[in-house]
Structure formats: structure tokens, C-alpha cells
């Protein structure tokens, strides 16, 4: 795979502290000409699911040939293994703790190397800032030629997380919510084609909690303000929604996170088109 | 209008979603020189007025022919329209809700195309992410060469919506709060040009709520920590600012926003200069 | 020394507002090859201690002949002279107001020059933005190959603020937290070496408050959930962390800045290895 001379970041070090800035500093000492592109610093502080789930929305839309350096490592200096993994497509860098789960899930034929070789990190390697002292580097020389192999020795037991994926149990299906955005929308694990094989040509019934959401809009603006709707959002997924609103603060109980709570599909009247 | 190369960002979208940095990668598998610029994700969420006033504060000081891309799109999947509007230095796209309202209302040439050629968008269009399916790779056409012209019919209807203007009624010049900075600078719509023009050689007397502030300083570091003050911001017009403090926190009550409030200027004594 | 073609940016603006996007805008107009990395934009308001220990952490990782562009500029319009300066790797541009006081005070060599060629800024000069006006255009105009020494003359006594350094008395070495990152790290002013020069192969005994910590870690994994531990952190520093949680919460009171708090060390039991 030619690299693409783009690599993204994709961190949970917000914008505040240098630390974003410095992977960058590093990364255009080895590699001047790379195109860097921030994906999100706001994954939740040591939250490997919400960092994969972010990876799995983006990541597709970058040029073949791109390396994606993730650093979500709340296990940093410890025993996980710092990894590349590299599908037909992408290079992949970060550590070995299940941030890549989703695309391990999804491209089963990917190749783990784990990152030995010394003389492609920084000199001096702290145990609290591997982002800096081997992901930047390792991710510069990648993106300017250098093949995985020569990172380091194959792996075949890369970790994975259990990231929850929607089931049939009798007439139901059932899905989880998986995040908001910041419009407040609420995004479950339930794909169009999910929906599609379950629903069967019928209208869904959607249940949130005491919340009974009938049919599906096409997007946003199609009805009243204030409105709850389902729809699949931007990812393929289905979300719930509020026009104009803010579904996230109007389906959550005051003291709850709503990322993990259940959501449920019945099969409802004859539809011609989910997204009607 | 040769392009710069160059293409800015402005949405609503925030920075912890991966959404600005899907539109980049969409943006760099079609035109992989290019320079991408954040101008702000931060414009309030679905605020058409917000997203005009920052786009009128930032956008003239790029290069000729740089691409201004501009997603704040409340209607998405809806009735508007997309639309790029070219002036004779910069090229605009975004929704055709009002977001352009002041470069309309400043550039009375500008001609405005609707975006219908598909073969320039992503092949799959959603209704809820146009800046992904749309936006972004019609921009990254535009700032590789291709001519508005090709990417849809002209139209000469673009929406403008109503963005306060100052006025002066017998001896008064009323004008409003546009928005606040990080520093608490409270910005108004009165320019330096109206406030000549009205002042005619006199000090102004401005007066906010029950806040009289007499004269104008030239900058912050001008006068004693925590004293109002109005001055010429950065942008060209009336700020109330406090020296070392927030003047938002002070001037407004707790419960409103300040956006929109009445800001009026009296004529006072004799003055040489305005800034002074 | 050789620009890199790279240019930082380090402010307290934020990333609400344009500015940040505005500076980017006036530098690629005047040198379009640029490549432009954010620090941060996060520096408190108008805080120059913060700004300065911010720059301290990253600057050194960028390539050599990088600019550093730095506007923390409380007193802009204000007495206060805007600066370039150089030392024999890096240039640094701002206000000469102490936010490089950590540059200059660990290379007495760096040589400052005012900035007063007004062909290197823009033509019209705001008293309430410099970052636009002075510092981004004379920035980019140094990246491009402009010698300091063109844009202004030289001056021998840069300001510097008093930034603490730890000290010994009798058997204790005290120092103080300087910043707090986003994971909650305390951050101190205790360097390894001044850590390893003052224990003589002890065990160091931390005292903040009224908590005890009993000697180092070299990780954050390396202990239960919800110990406080020491580390040397990224920066090279004495941090106070706790392990899948946050030091600075648990060690703050309610109404204080943990910045400023001292911290103690007494040397306890030998040890093999600092980080032991």
C-alpha cells in the first residue's frame, strides 16, 4: 500500500494542554511534506469503546494510504503492546488495548505488527507519553514509506473490546445506545441494514425508556420543532432525534449517562420506504 | 477567479464528533493539495445569524480565490437549497438559508449557483450530513479549478435574513449586541464609520441597561482594571470591554442573553479623536 | 538559521471566535507554503505565566527553524514592545510582556529585536489586535526567509516574569504546582534531576495538603484504581496522579487554585531506581 502522506489523530488530550501539538511537532520533524488532519481530541478520557466507535465513523473517508494514529492509552508504560495494524486500505497506529476492535471486527484479514524496533521512536522513551515517543514517529516513517514489517514482528492475538451489536429475540429488535453528538442526537448501534432485514416492509415502533417514537422521518427538518423522530443519521445508524431540539437531554433521567441504555424495535403498520 | 487553494471551515459541529474531520478527509481524496483552514466549529448550534456575523469577521483576510465553506444547516435533508456564490475574490458554499446574508448584503454581484451536478458530490447522499455529501466535495472541486458554472444553474434569489443594522432617531444612535468574545468583549453592530458620522467631532455617551460608560479608550491596557469601557474592536466596531475583567458578565443579567440587547450613543463633550 | 516553513500558534483566544482562523488567514496571504500547527489556544485569558510554561513543554519538538508564534497579550495596543526572538534553533514571536521568560532564561544567547518595520505588518494596525496585525503577517515574513534583524532593531532586556523554582531547605526540597493537564495530573516544578540531585538514592516521601504519597511510580497503570502516586511526567517533571481517576479533584479544596500549592519531598527510604 502507497501511503497517502495524510495521517489523522485521533486522541482523548483535548485542545487545552500541548499535547496534540507536540505528536505534530514530532511528526513533521521526520515527515516535512505530511498532510495532518485532527479527527477528534475529545474522546472521553481513557474511554477505548468511545474512541473506537469514533475511529469507525471517520476513519473511510480519508485517502487509501492513510495512517489513522490513535492514542486513547489508559494503560500507557503498562503491558499492552504498541501496535500497527494495516488493512488493504489503511494503516492503523496506537496501542494494543482494543481501540482498533471495530476494525479488526470488520477487516478480519488485517496485519498486526507490534512496534519493537527502537530506531523509529524517539530517543529517550517515557513511560507516560507514548503518543509522543513512539505513535508519532512510528506514524511519520509509515507515511513516508516505511513498511510495517520493519516496525516490528507480526502479531495474530490483537485485543478486542466488546463493543454491543444489536439482536433479534422473538419480535424485537433489540440495540443499544452508543453515543450523542453535539446536537443532542442519540445514536444507537442499529444499522439501516439491521433495520431494513428486521422491519420486513413495516413501519418501526421505536421504544427509548417511557418513550414511544412511531415511523421514521428522512431527516431533521420534516417535522414540528420539538418533535421526537427517528432517523438514520449520518453514520447509517438509527438515531433519535429532536427537531430543533435536543433529544439526548429530553430521553435522559437527570443522574444517567445515556450511552449503554436500551432501545427497542417493533414491526409497526406497512411502510414503502424506511425513511418515510 | 483563480483558486487559492486554500479552503476554510465554519460550522456548528463542535470538535468532539469526528464531523469536521469526515468533511477533510472528503475534501483531501479529491484534492490532495490543498490547504485546509478552521475559522470556528463553534458557532452556536443551528444559529444561521451567528454563523453570518463570523464569517463577516473572517473571511477577507484570506487570499483571493480562497473557498469559504460554511455549514450551519438546521434544514438539512429540507427544501433549501445548496448553493455556492462567487464574489470577485472568494467562493462561498454552504446552505442557502441566510447564512451568506452579509456577504449578499456587501457584494450585491455576487452570483449564486445551486448545487445540482452530482457527479461532483459523493455518490451516496444522506439527508442529515450534506456538508460530507455535498458541501465538501463540491468545495474540494471548486478549489481544484472546476467553475461554479458547472456545478448547477444560477439563481438570483438567495436568501438574506435580517441582521440588525444601526439607526438614528433624533438624537440617538441605536444599535444592538451581536455577540460576545472569549474575553468577555461585548460586541455591537455599530462600526467605527457610523459612530464618526453620528459623533461629529463629539465624545459619545453610550449607554447600556442602566450602564452609562463616557468616552472611548483605544485599548484595554488603557485605563484601571475592572472599568467599562467603549472602544473600536477588532473587527471595526463598538465594543464595551473591561479592562483586566468580562464585560458579558457584567452588563448582562442572569438570566438573558445579551445578544440583541439596545445599545444607545449620546453626543457628549467636544473630542479630537474618536480613540481617545 | 534556515525557517522550517513551519509556524505554531500558541494564544488564549480560544476556539470559539475567528481569530485564530484570521491569523491563519493574514499568514498563508503573505506565505501560502506555510505549514501551520496549533499548540494551544486554551492559555487562560490573559495569562502570561500559563502561556509561558504551555510553551515551554512543546516547543522543542518542532523542527529547527520553526516559528513560534505566541500572542497571550493582556496589554495589546498598551506600552509593552512586540517582539521576535531568536535563539540558535527556534524563532519566537509575541509580546514582550514575560511569555518567553522560560526561553530566554535557558538561553541567555537568544537575541531579541522590536518589531517596528511596518512593511512586514499589515497596512492598517488595530491598538486592540496585534496577533492579526503584527505578529501573524512579521510571523509569516520570518518563516519565509525575512532575517529578524529586518524587521526591527535589537534590545538587550527582554521582559522577564518570576516564574517559581523549587529550592532546598534543611532535609526538604519544596516546589509548587504549576498547572493541572486534562486527565487531573498535578503538575510541579520539581524536575527529575532536581528530584534525583536532592534524594541521593532515597525514596522520595511527597507531602501536598494534608496527603502523603510514598515514593514513585514509572506509569499510571502500575497501581490500583484511585491511588495517588508520583510519576515523572511527560514534561520531565514531578506529577502527583492517580490512577484511573483525577489527582487535581481529589487534591483540590472546593474554593482553591491548585496552581501555586506547594509541594514537599523528604527523602525516605534508599531505592534502586527513581521511577521504582
Do not use: W
Request: net charge negative; aromatic share 6%; charged share 20%.
Amino acid at each position: 500500500m502507497t501511503p497517502s502522506g495524510v495521517i489523522t489523530l485521533l486522541t482523548d488530550f483535548g485542545l487545552r494542554d500541548p499535547y496534540v501539538g507536540i505528536m505534530k511537532g514530532v511528526i513533521l520533524s521526520i515527515h516535512p511534506q505530511v498532510h495532518l488532519v485532527d479527527i477528534s481530541h475529545e474522546v472521553r478520557p481513557g474511554d477505548i469503546v468511545d474512541g473506537a466507535l469514533v475511529l469507525q465513523e471517520a476513519y473511510s473517508y480519508f485517502p487509501p494510504g492513510t495512517v489513522h494514529l490513535v492514542v486513547v492509552d489508559p494503560g500507557v508504560g503498562g503491558a499492552r503492546r504498541p501496535m500497527v495494524l494495516a488493512t488493504q486500505t489503511y494503516f492503523f497506529i496506537g496501542p494494543d488495548n482494543g481501540v482498533f476492535s471495530l476494525i479488526i471486527r470488520n477487516h478480519p484479514e488485517a496485519k498486526a505488527h507490534h512496534l519493537t524496533e527502537r530506531r523509529f521512536f524517539l530517543p529517550d522513551i517515557s513511560r507516560t507519553f507514548h503518543g509522543r515517543d513512539i505513535f508519532a514517529p512510528a506514524a511519520a516513517h509509515l507515511s513516508s514509506g516505511v513498511e510495517p514489517a520493519r516496525l516490528g514482528c507480526s502479531f495474530t492475538d490483537p485485543t478486542v473490546v466488546d463493543i454491543p451489536a444489536p439482536r433479534v429475540r422473538g419480535s424485537v429488535l433489540y440495540g443499544t445506545v452508543l453515543r450523542t453528538d453535539r446536537f443532542g442526537n442519540v445514536i444507537t448501534n442499529i444499522s439501516r441494514a439491521d433495520l431494513k432485514a428486521f422491519l420486513q416492509g413495516r413501519k418501526p415502533r421505536i421504544r427509548m425508556g417511557d418513550h414511544l417514537i412511531e415511523g421514521m422521518v428522512g431527516c431533521y427538518a420534516e417535522v414540528e420543532r420539538g418533535t421526537l423522530v427517528g432517523l438514520i443519521g449520518s453514520c447509517g445508524c438509527l438515531e433519535i432525534a429532536m427537531s430543533m431540539g435536543r433529544a439526548s437531554e429530553h430521553l435522559r433521567s437527570d443522574s444517567e449517562k445515556i450511552e449503554g441504555t436500551e432501545v427497542s424495535v417493533r414491526r409497526g403498520e406497512p411502510s414503502e420506504d424506511l425513511d418515510r
